[in-house]
């Protein structure tokens, strides 16, 4: 009986252990070039009329 617990117990501790895995593969990028998904806000931005907007409430805070 006190074997069987030992077993069970250490297939315990390996299986939460298991899930505390990390990757440790690096990415390198390249400065200055953005490679990650498109932002689909960027499209807006492109509007004049937005932007404008956008300058304007932001006017004030522009010292922070």
């Given at each position: 009986?006190?074997?069987?617990?030992?077993i069970?117990?250490?297939?315990?501790?390996?299986?939460?252990?298991?899930?505390?895995?990390?990757?440790?593969?690096?990415?390198?990028?390249?400065?200055?070039?953005?490679?990650?998904k498109?932002?689909p806000?960027?499209?807006?931005?492109?509007?004049?009329?937005?932007?404008?907007?956008?300058?304007?409430?932001?006017?004030?805070?522009?010292?922070r």
């Amino acid at each position: 009986m006190r074997r069987i617990m030992t077993i069970a117990c250490t297939v315990g501790i390996c299986l939460a252990l298991s899930g505390c895995y990390e990757s440790t593969s690096v990415t390198l990028y390249e400065p200055g070039e953005y490679k990650g998904k498109q932002d689909p806000l960027l499209e807006k931005l492109e509007d004049s009329e937005l932007r404008q907007d956008l300058d304007q409430r932001f006017a004030g805070q522009r010292d922070r």
